[in-house]
Structure formats: C-alpha cells, structure tokens
C-alpha cells in the first residue's frame, strides 16, 4: 500500500453536494496537482462526516484539521497554507464549539470527548464509497474471504449466534436464529433481502452506513446467502434515497468487476448476485412482508402470518430479511469473532448502536455508542446538553413507531431488554430530544396524524384506531376534549396493540400508552382546565 | 389505444431493459414517470399492454404508493416535510404558506403550471429541520419569509 503525508477527506453527502461539495473536491485535486503534491497528497469523497452545520466539509489528517463550510473560492489558499506550507490555514476552521457523529470521534482520538464506539460507520467517512479499492484497502472483503475459505456454513451461523447480534430495525430479534431458521428451511431456492426502506421520521443511520460504506452491505449480503444457502439478495431502498441507490449500483457494479459478485466467488463454487429494488413512496414497506410483496410488484399491504418470511418469503421462498445497520455488523463480527462482539455492549444486547439525535440539543447528528448508555449520557455528552433555557421534558426514539420516555426514566440504559422491561421501546435510532415547549398531546397527535395516513388499510385495528385516535387527540387539543376520551385512548390503544396485523398498527398505540402512563396530567389540563401548559394546542373550541 | 402504439410502447420499455415479468410493475411505473412527467392514462395502457394485465391491477398497485402522481406535474416541485422533527418547527406553518400563497392543497398543481406541491412524511434530513424541498434541492431551516423568497426565485426562473 502506498504511503500518503497527508489525507485529504472532502463530505459528499447530499446535502454537500448540492453546496458544491464535487467542485470543492475537484478544485483541491487541481490544486495539489499545481503545486506537485500528487505523489504525497491523497484526496477522497467520504460521503456523511456526521455534521452538518459547516458543509462542505474538509477535514485533513493526520493533524484531523476541521476545515468549513468551504467553499471554492478557498481551496487555493486551503490547499498551499496547509497541505504546501504546512500549517493550519487560519480562518477556515470549523468552529470547534459544536462537535458531533464522525468529528467527535475524530477529536476523541486527540482527547477531547469521550470516544464513540465504531463498528459499523468503522469506515464511513473515512473511505471513498465509490471506489472498491478503498474499502479493500480499509480490510474491505476479508470477512467474506474467510467465509469461503476456512468456514462451513454452519460456521457461520455459530460465529453470528454466538455473536448475539440483534437485529437493529426496532424489534431487536437475534439475528444468529433467524439466520439458522432460513438455513434449516427447506426451498428450491433462498433469498437475502436486505430492507433499506428506511422510513421512520428522524431515522437516517441506514442512509448514511450506505452512503458511507456501501460494500460493507454487499460483503454482508454475500456471507449471509453463504450461511443460508441463498443465491440471490435484493436490497430494497427507499425511493427518495437517490444517492445511496447510485452508490449501491456502483459498488454493485465494481465487487461483479472483482469477482465478489457473480458465479463461483473465489473458486468456492458459491454463486450470489444481488438486485436493487427502488421504494415507491411507502411506509409501511418497512414491514417486512409489505416489502416482499411490493418486490413482487404488488400492493405493499402486509401479509398474514404465519408462515414467516423466514419459510415462506418472496415468491414463497425462504427469505432471510435484515435490517442495513444489522448487515453492516457482520463483516466486522465474522473479522474478529463473537468474543469480541461481545465485549462491546451490555451482556443481553451486545454490540453498537447508531443514533440519530435531533430535537432542542446543542448538537444534531449521528453517533455510534456501545449498547447500554443512557439517554442522560447521550444527552449531555453527545447533545452538548439542551439548548440555552430549555429542560428535558422528554424524548421519543425510534422514529414514530417508539415510545415517548419521560425524564424519569432517563437513567433507564439504553438496550433491547432494559427497555422492554421497563415496558418501552427502543425503536429504530432515532432520539428526538424534547423541552418544556412540546406539549405532549400535541406529540401524539402528529405521530397518530403520521399512522393515519401510512396505514396501509388492510386490517380494521389500524385503519379504524388510527383515525379514531387522531380524531379524539384532535378534539383534546381544541379544548373540546372529555374525560370519557381517556378511557376511548386507552382502549383503543390496547386493541391496536394486540389485535392489528402488522407492526404498524402494533405499535401506533406505543404513544397513545406512553402519554397515558407518563403524563396523563398534562392531558386532562387539557380536558378539565380547557388549558394547553405548554401553550402549544390551539384550544380553539374553549369556551 | 391502437395496435401500433402498444407495439411502440413495447418496443421503448424492451430497449429501457424491462423484459415483460410481472414483477416489472413498479419499476415500469417509475420509470414512466420519470420519462412522461406522470402516469397517464396512456402509460396505464401501456404498462398493463406491456405485461399482460388488467389496467385495473396497474392503477390498483400505482395508486397504493405516494410517488406515482396521476395529474400533469408543474413547472417547479414543491414538497414540505411533515415528519416528526419538522413538524416541531413549524413544518405546518409552511404547508399553510403554500396554501395561502399559492392557493393549493396538497397534491395540486397551480392553475399556471407554476407549481405543484405535495406534504411528504419525511426527507430524511431531520438535522435540518424545517425542511423544503424544491426541484429536488433540500432547502433547510426554513421558516415562512424564507419559503416566500425560496418561491418567488423560482417563479422568476
């Protein structure tokens, strides 16, 4: 491997690109071939660098110089005060105040924050998504050469067993047993779908490990067909995610170019291709019986179980589905094996989490951290605390389909099994941190507004409580409220919970139950006093 | 629609790649849609010709996902975030500032075929929230002077 003096990492994440992030990169390329840096100056696209504040980002290693927003104009200057001269080129610093995702971990390193823990954004953000090269260079297919190498199938399905990966789309299944339910099924043929259809609102850690790292996804899918018997996997992307398909297709493209993909990888006789399916618009094609039947080019209403995908999946065979943030754990685990994994995370939850944090914190963005921290932690250590003259009121994870946990249950670590048993859901990485302005009938009201619309329709659980929620929760927020509509929140809340067919439904009563558990006082404010606290609902109807 | 221009519908989706397996549907309706603006009823022919099917069974799967638009699109795409974390900051507000400005609801194109305007759930950039999408340009942290501006460029252009 060639030897570089310095890293040049440019940001490509959509939002970079459209602020001209391409030409940035361009320019700096043109700039050190001027000034006959070429032979010691390496310059990549890294995709999302996790912050978002000061884009298009520049950062240069190995002094991890912060350089942003940049803009064309001063990459001339940039390029001859650091990269020629050798100093920081004053000015153009980010500011150093707000420090978040990738960044922080970079300034870990250098002793400033406490360090994140990274498995699988490991090389997001560092390698250039669009080239093979890098990512082989970043260890990139080893795992999959040892797979095929040294491995039996069964061996696989040990390593991921024992690993106790848990699949990291909400419900937190262990993935090792759905692996070997797929394996043991019989079928003329296996699939491995990987579900990229990340939809849930404030959720984007999928988009970003694939913007990232999109081998890592492929190297996963080929071991997992490997492990089951699978010779075709689809990656089902959500429609609005233009650049993680675009970087899928070339990744896809580049592996069948190395021989990763297609017939007979690595003189193993093992056959895998995989196919991008682009989303339509759906979010209920997250579920993962809508997803499969919208790949057979249907209506994605989900389907009736059982049998399980796992048995009966697309086109009604074994179909082994998994979540991005899952497949991007297991290059690493099959890497460095199940002890390992298991020293990162809590004992029953064992690995990383990707988060998203949004809402009234100093710092938005993206943080990987072991399985078990708590949300006071995530708060004041990665959030930078709540912003100036705001107080944690609450916070709702996982998107729309989690649960909304009150500041009493701050200190609750965040793992699968720590919150089932304090009865609350992890969900899918999103933590949107809330003060003392939201007020929470207000909350349920967008989230049940948000079921009401994505129900697919299908069951009469879902489409009618989702409606009849909404409307009740509607009628409290006009001060026409009453307390009779207590009682209709918390039945209908059970009823979709137990009765809907899918996870949709199942969880469109998660906020109704919170809200009724954790701060029925604040709604009945509302209904008795005709009085919103936190002066949100418009109580237009009071009298 | 008459044999020949099933004949050369069939023959355009051949060479886009598309072979006639039934579980083309979605990607055949997206592609339509990205070449002739929207799914008209003509592509529903098409489509349906192209694989064999009712056009009942083709409305029935476009009409089940947001992204297929049946209505001839204006000149400038306007989408709003509702999600979650924009709606905290006030992504209500600039739905209702299109309403208010532009006099449509969601999913309308305006009388001129300025503007067409759809409520989407989530952009997927809830860092930057409130979001506004234009012409697939991500407008952030928006509030109702800037969305006025953010329209008013593109009227002009």
């Not at chain 1, 010691?40 to 912050?51: A, L, Q, T």
């Not at chain 1, 067919?501 to 509302?526: I, K, W």
């Not at chain 2, 064999?52 to 089940?64: C, K, Q």
């Not at chain 2, 500032?97 to 194109?109: A, C, F, P, S, V």
Request: proline letters at 4%.
């Amino acid at each position: 491997m060639k030897t570089y003096r310095s890293l040049v990492l440019v940001s490509s994440d959509a939002r970079s690109l459209e602020l001209g992030a391409q030409q940035v990169f361009q320019k700096i390329q043109q700039e050190v071939n001027r000034l006959g840096l070429d032979e010691e100056v390496s310059v990549s696209m890294v995709g999302d660098v996790g912050r978002h504040d000061a884009i298009p980002m520049v950062i240069v290693y190995p002094e991890a110089a912060i350089y942003g927003p940049v803009k064309v104009e001063d990459v001339p200057f940039l390029v001859e005060e650091h990269l020629y001269k050798g100093r920081i080129a004053a000015g153009l610093q980010a500011s150093q105040r707000e420090l978040s995702g990738r960044i922080a971990w970079i300034s870990a390193r250098k002793g400033t924050l406490p360090a994140e823990k990274r498995v699988v954004l490991e090389r997001a953000g560092v390698i250039d998504p669009d080239n093979i090269e890098d990512y082989i260079l970043h260890d990139g297919y080893q795992a999959l050469g040892k797979t095929l190498s040294e491995m039996k199938p069964e061996d696989v399905l040990d390593i991921i067993k024992k690993s106790g990966l848990q699949g990291r789309g909400g419900a937190g299944f262990p993935t090792g047993m759905k692996w070997s339910f797929v394996a043991k099924a019989p079928g003329k043929k296996k699939y491995v779908v990987c579900n990229a259809d990340e939809s849930e609102p404030g959720t984007f850690k999928d988009r970003l490990i694939i913007e990232g790292d999109p081998h890592s996804i492929l190297e996963a899918m080929i071991i997992a067909g490997y492990a089951v018997g699978a010779t075709e996997g689809y990656i089902y992307v959500r429609g609005e995610y233009a650049l993680a398909q675009t970087r899928l297709r070339n990744a896809i493209q580049q592996a069948k170019e190395f021989g990763f993909l297609g017939n007979n990888i690595f003189d193993s006789g093992f056959d895998f291709d995989i196919h991008i399916h682009s989303g339509a618009g759906a979010y209920i094609c997250g579920e993962e019986t809508a997803l499969l039947e919208s790949i057979e080019g249907k209506r994605g209403e989900p389907r009736i179980r059982p049998p399980y995908p796992t048995t009966s999946g697309l086109w009604g065979m074994p179909t082994l589905v998994n979540n991005v943030e899952t497949l991007a754990n297991v290059p690493a685990i099959i890497q460095h094996g199940a002890e390992w994994y298991r020293s990162i995370g809590t004992p029953s939850s064992p690995g990383t989490k990707v988060y998203t944090i949004l809402g009234n914190v100093n710092v938005t963005g993206l943080i990987e951290v072991p399985m078990g921290i708590t949300l006071r932690e995530v708060i004041a250590i990665y959030g930078k605390g709540m912003k100036e003259g705001s107080s944690f009121k609450l916070a709702q994870t996982g998107g729309s389909s989690g649960s909304i946990i009150p500041a009493s249950l701050q200190d609750t670590p965040m793992d699968f099994d720590s919150f089932t048993k304090t009865g609350v859901a992890l969900g899918s990485g999103a933590l949107l941190i809330c003060d003392e302005e939201t007020c929470v009938v207000d909350l349920a009201k967008v989230l049940l507004q948000f079921f009401r619309v994505e129900s697919c329709g299908k069951c009469n659980p879902c489409r009618i409580g989702t409606e009849r929620s909404y409307t009740i929760l509607d009628s409290i927020s006009q001060g026409t409220g009453t307390l009779k509509d207590l009682e209709d929140l918390k039945m209908l809340s059970d009823k979709m919970t137990t009765l809907s067919n899918c996870g949709l439904g199942q969880t469109a009563g998660t906020p109704l139950r919170d809200v009724m558990n954790y701060f029925r006082a604040e709604v009945e404010a509302h209904i008795r006093l005709k009085v919103c606290p936190a002066g949100v609902c418009p109580m237009s109807g009071r009298h | 629609m008459t044999v020949e221009r099933l004949i050369q519908s069939r023959d355009e989706f051949w060479a886009a790649g598309f072979t006639g397996d039934l579980a083309e549907l979605i990607p055949l309706l997206q592609y339509y849609q990205e070449t002739h603006g929207y799914i008209s009823p003509e592509g529903v022919e098409a489509i349906a010709g192209f694989l064999g099917i009712s056009e009942a069974r083709v409305y029935t799967v476009a009409s089940f996902y947001a992204q297929f638009r049946f209505q001839k699109p204006g000149k400038n795409h306007v989408f709003v975030c509702l999600g979650t974390a924009c709606h905290v900051q006030g992504g209500v507000d600039l739905a209702n500032e299109i309403h208010e400005h532009l006099h449509i609801r969601n999913g309308e194109t305006t009388p001129d075929g300025q503007f067409d305007f759809k409520e989407v759930a989530c952009l997927g950039c809830c860092a930057q929230a409130a979001v506004v999408e234009v012409n697939g340009k991500i407008y952030a942290k928006m509030n109702r002077e800037k969305l006025r501006k953010v329209l008013k460029e593109h009227q002009h252009a």
